[in-house]
């Protein structure tokens, strides 16, 4: 039978009481404020303050796992068998009800970005394999101590909740369970000594994220941080808060009050397990105020309910996985409304692990490349800390919800729930459509990308380079039984073959100068022969005749040896292996994200590279498909009048770096084992002793690292020159870095 429940007015507060938490509050906040304002002054110079952060948010972290070991033990253990079948039903409703409000206010300011294309380069994510999660192991503590050395929080929970029930029936329990109380409070006790740091250590954090952040990183971020900033303002602060004032006698007030010391300390460490005690507190002073019959049991909800809510995917975690649209959007491609849904559903799962292990597993599901990932974690510099804002509200009100429900204090109040569900809706709305007209005005809804590859240059220096425009032959003819490994040397020139327009091995770039990977490759091996360089244009179909007539000593340009008619060259190992991918149109990506979904399709027309090394290849594994020569991809996207197809079968990371100039296309690799190339150099008239001098180059250039620089820098897209040091008013203001450098002159 449920009993009257009042809420008990403080009619005579305390002044010292109130007057401390502001206190505390404005403590905090100064400690925040003036880190920013260090940062901005003195810039990367604040990475030395790093450590204060470090520091305070391990000494926060270090009660925490014990904290909850006991504390679950201990809660549990005093329960009955009927109290612990009410928590575990309530926790299930709660939990999930949360996450379902997340889960729609997260799809719903989805939907703002707007539709964009842009190519990119090839990301190796495409390569990679499903990021495999042990759930077993993540939930079942089969070596307890390893689980607390991980920090396997639900497999902690899973242990210390069994060990909690077998406890229930012990007669002789009572001993123990008041050792482990004490046990708890003097956990808590430690923790309040940590937490009297915490504006120094929100004062070394935010120095060190304000110094070393660059501005070119927030606005690249720009449209994540607004998307993922407004759905946690709103989930933070309207959502859960109307769901507590709708079903418990609490006011808007009360909660925010009993939080907001929990949510700024959260915001500042970047770490919801630090605040753990500091939520239980809070909560444990609102219950404090309601008069019930269930007020002795009630004392000791919160410090067991918060704990175990933990390993829970909280409505922050729910959050961050908003970057998995903003991924797809940020890369020109889109996630539809059914496959979001699908990840809110994957991720609620995935989130009772690391958030650093659902970002990558996502990535790949919904294929996009794992590259991502780096920008997610630069992102997290400042969503991370908002989204463990988020996390700390839902433990809150999940916390309230059950504590509620087990007194038996929970009562909808249909006024105010069909006001806030008004209310909610007409935020969401406004929101979605007003951040899709931001997002507009920031971000032009079709990219030209064509000018990220055109402008590209050349890594290496050195030679003096010239191009021929017509083949002609050596004229010097090789010395019978001569290599031509000689004869360059003798005559301080390196002949080699090039195609002229194959992206991203040999092109002519916006300044009108030849580039490439090959090219890059070439010019450090003439720079290491001490050489010049002739570069001469040749067709593909026509290399045996080239080299036939000695027009040049190499050819190079993606070479993959199709081993057909090669009477007149050798090719050198390996160095770069490819794989193939379908170049298709944006909207057909998922007919070819599978090998066996292509084999059953009936009528579908490939187009491939004449002679190309995939050829056979697909006449083997795709006998149903009709296949369409070209010549080259240059020769698809510039022959308007070539017969349609479906997809165009080539290397994947040259078509990637044709779809920046061609976005509406993009590259797909399907996800069953497909087949891969070697690209090489091709040596003429089958000289040994060139390709093996070639070999040992190759060799070395891979361990001293130039084959990975050219892949990262003509391949993956990636700058390598060094960041710039952050602007600062010390340095570009006062210019003192100069002061102090000529100094120490």
């Not at 809420?7 to 404020?33: C, D, E």
């Not at 242990?159 to 109380?181: M, N, P």
């Not at 040259?654 to 150099?681: D, M």
Request: net charge negative; hydrophobic share 45%.
């Amino acid at each position: 039978m449920d009993k009257a429940v009042t809420v008990k007015l403080n009619s005579n507060p305390s002044a010292n009481k109130p007057q401390k938490g502001r206190s505390f509050t404005f403590k905090i906040l100064t400690g925040l404020f003036s880190g920013i304002l260090l940062g901005l002054l003195v810039g990367d110079y604040t990475e030395h303050l790093k450590i204060i952060g470090d520091v305070y948010v391990a000494l926060m972290q270090m009660t925490v796992i014990p904290y909850i070991f006991f504390s679950l033990i201990g809660s549990i253990g005093r329960l009955s068998k009927n109290d612990v079948n009410q928590v575990a039903k309530w926790v299930l409703i709660v939990q999930s009800a949360l996450w379902i409000c997340a889960s729609i206010a997260i799809l719903w300011v989805a939907q703002s970005f707007p539709t964009l294309e842009h190519g990119s380069f090839f990301s190796s994510s495409k390569l990679e394999s499903p990021h495999p999660i042990d759930f077993v192991e993540l939930f079942i503590p089969s070596n307890l101590f390893r689980s607390l050395t991980e920090n396997a929080v639900p497999a902690i929970v899973v242990f210390c909740a069994l060990f909690g029930y077998g406890l229930i029936s012990l007669d002789e329990k009572k001993g123990l369970i008041d050792q482990i109380g004490q046990i708890t409070r003097t956990l808590q006790r430690v923790n309040g000594m940590v937490v009297r740091m915490t504006p120094i250590g929100t004062f070394g954090i935010a120095a060190y994220t304000a110094g070393t952040m660059t501005l070119e990183e927030l606005e690249k971020l720009q449209a994540y941080y607004l998307s993922f900033g407004l759905v946690v303002m709103i989930l933070t602060f309207v959502i859960m808060p109307l769901i507590v004032t709708t079903f418990t006698p609490f006011s808007y007030k009360s909660l925010m009050n009993a939080s907001k010391n929990a949510l700024l300390t959260c915001f500042v460490t970047g770490s919801v397990l630090s605040v753990i005690p500091m939520l239980v507190k809070g909560i444990e002073e609102m219950f404090a105020e309601l008069e019930t019959s269930h007020k002795d049991e009630v004392a000791y909800y919160p410090e067991f309910v918060v704990p175990l809510a933990y390993p829970f995917p909280n409505s922050g975690n729910a959050a961050a996985l908003i970057f998995i649209p903003f991924a797809s959007w940020y890369l020109g491609q889109s996630i539809e409304l059914h496959e979001q849904i699908r990840l809110m559903f994957i991720g609620f799962f995935l989130m009772f692990g690391k958030v650093f292990i659902a970002v990558p597993f996502l990535l790949d599901t919904f294929h996009i490349p794992l590259d991502m990932f780096q920008l997610f974690l630069a992102a997290g510099v400042i969503s991370s800390r908002l989204g463990d804002v988020l996390g700390s509200m839902h433990q809150i009100v999940f916390t309230i919800l059950t504590t509620a429900a087990m007194a038996k204090v929970i009562k909808v109040n249909w006024s105010k729930l069909i006001k806030g569900f008004a209310l909610v809706l007409i935020l969401l709305t406004t929101t979605m459509i007003g951040l899709e007209h931001f997002i507009r005005i920031l971000t032009p809804t079709s990219t030209d990308n064509s000018g990220i590859i055109s402008e590209l240059e050349l890594l290496e220096k050195g030679p003096s380079v010239r191009i021929q425009k017509t083949p002609i032959a050596n004229p010097k003819p090789l010395a019978p039984g001569g290599s031509r490994l000689d004869r360059i040397i003798d005559q301080h020139l390196i002949r080699v073959g090039f195609i002229e327009e194959n992206l991203p091995y040999s092109y002519f770039n916006s300044k009108g100068d030849l580039v490439g990977l090959d090219i890059d490759m070439i010019t450090k091996l003439a720079r290491d022969l001490n050489v010049d360089i002739e570069f001469t244009p040749y067709l593909p179909e026509a290399l045996n005749q080239h080299f036939k007539a000695d027009h040049f000593d190499l050819a190079v340009s993606g070479v993959t040896d199709t081993t057909q008619g090669f009477s007149q060259w050798l090719t050198t190992d390996p160095y770069l292996v490819t794989s193939m991918g379908f170049l298709v149109k944006d909207h057909d990506k998922h007919r070819f994200d599978d090998k066996s979904r292509i084999t059953e399709e009936r009528g579908i027309r490939i187009g491939v590279i004449e002679g190309g090394y995939f050829e056979n290849w697909l006449k083997i594994n795709f006998p149903q498909a009709e296949l369409v020569q070209f010549e080259s991809l240059s020769d698809f996207f510039s022959n308007n009048d070539h017969d349609p197809v479906d997809a165009v079968a080539a290397q994947a990371e040259s078509a990637s770096a044709w779809t920046l100039l061609y976005p509406a296309y993009t590259v797909v690799i399907p996800k069953t084992k497909g087949q891969s190339a070697p690209v090489s150099i091709a040596v003429g008239g089958y000289d040994v002793v060139l390709r093996d001098t070639l070999n040992n180059w190759i060799t070395h250039q891979k361990m001293n690292g130039s084959v990975d620089r050219w892949f990262n820098h003509w391949i993956l897209g990636r700058d390598h020159t060094s960041k710039p040091p952050r602007w600062s008013f010390l340095k570009n203001v006062l210019h003192l870095d100069r002061l102090h450098s000529h100094s120490a002159h």
